[in-house]
């Protein structure tokens, strides 16, 4: 089932009648499981009596990632091309500027889909791919429970203006798809008169042989990326971690929570897909998966994401008490240099950031944690908004993810209320050390990590 809130009908420029095919562009939902833009398109192609391609474009320069973020994403990819081949479905892909690569299939394309996108970038692709392709252009919003303009119509405040509004409509858009074969299979490209496709035998292969320009950061563990990677976490969750999150969500120590986002950050897994397995049975897990992701997609989509500035992103309280108080004098002042070896002096925090470095991943509570010392080490709360951007883009296999904007600008006030005025933070929250001492298992967080990095943690 496909609610029609999902579907946006964004061309209406007819079905190209030259077209041999529809063509479903992937990029946000990299996943054959549960992808409501995939099932639309294998409908289109029914409808029309064509067969289906899905082109993926690889883009070697794509804004912040780096070898890291690709490896994962091959992975994923992997999975996708032997799915769709089982299904009937090509897989077209390709390497190199995005237009260029999928105007290579505009004149025999009888309808354009696309997944939706969220942030700036994303949208203004879209626009520019859709006004390229003469036919039929539809955008699936398939990454979200709710899809972004049902939920809410507006840019909102804080958490408790749109909970209502996403728990009223949970029920009715918890939908998964119905897998559907397409009527007539793909058969090869030749048969359609295009170029070969790219294949991904093997990722680290592949790394090698097309992105080898990338950065590469330290080889992480814990994380292969791919559908049935994600499934395998969820089940090991649902089992192990799903009856504790309640309680112990919040415990780094603990490491009770999902670890579920790189997989939703790429779009391998669908959110509707994990609610499946865990309804009603944590509300605090629903509060976070939904609520709150859904509130970050919503601040993306309606504000304008990670280009606005921290005065444009902030209430104003928010930042006119950071600014009164931007010059404070400061205990620490730490470098980007310092801060991104995890080298201060302080042993949670320098824990949190190789967390992140080694494996890819920090847990909540330290982000929040990290995020606040952040601004409590650096001369300008701009510099601080500057580097938490950068340093959680870089290493996270989430980053560049509306949850890593939100949760940045969060530790700067956003979406928050606010506190007891005091130096450096004005009116916005404030965490310390002691805080985590006295809450959580901080001993076993750090145990964790200096098993990450192999050897004792000083
Ligand atoms: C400074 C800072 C930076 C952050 N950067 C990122 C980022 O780059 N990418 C990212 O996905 N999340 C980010 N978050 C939000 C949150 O920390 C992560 O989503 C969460 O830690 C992911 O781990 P998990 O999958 O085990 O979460 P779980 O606790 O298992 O939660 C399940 C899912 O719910 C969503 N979720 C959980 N907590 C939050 C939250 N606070 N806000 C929004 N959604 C949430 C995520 O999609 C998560 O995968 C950031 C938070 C802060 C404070």
Known sequence: MISNERIQYLHKNGVNQEGKFIVYWMQGAQRVLDNHALEFAILKANELNVPLIVAFVIIPDFPSANARHFLFML????????????????????????????????????????????GTYEREIRAEVTAAFGCDAY???????????????????????IRPSIMRLIDQFNERCEERLPHIAFVSFQDLDMANSLEIDNPVAFMAEHLSHLESLPKITGFYGGTSQAINKLEAFVEDGLALYENKQSDPGSFGTSKLSPYLHFGQIAPVTILSRVENKSKAFVEQLVVRRELAYNYIYFSGDNRLTLKETLPSWAYESLMAHASDTREYLYNLSTLESGKTHDPYWNAAQLEMVLSGHMHNTMRMYWGKKIIEWTNHPEKAYEWMRYLNDKYSLDGRDPNGYAGIAWCFGKHDRPWRERAIFGKIRYMNDKGLIRKYNMTEYLAHVAQLRGADFE
């Open 75 to 118: 992975e994923g990819l992997l999975e996708v091309s032997k799915a769709l081949k089982a299904r009937g479905i090509g897989f077209y892909l390709q390497k190199g500027q995005l237009l260029e690569q999928l105007l290579k299939l505009e004149k025999s394309t009888k309808v354009l889909i696309m997944d939706k996108g969220y």
């Open 139 to 161: 955008e699936i919003d398939t990454n979200l429970v709710v899809p972004v303009e049902t939920a809410y119509q507006k840019e909102a405040y804080a958490a408790y203006a």
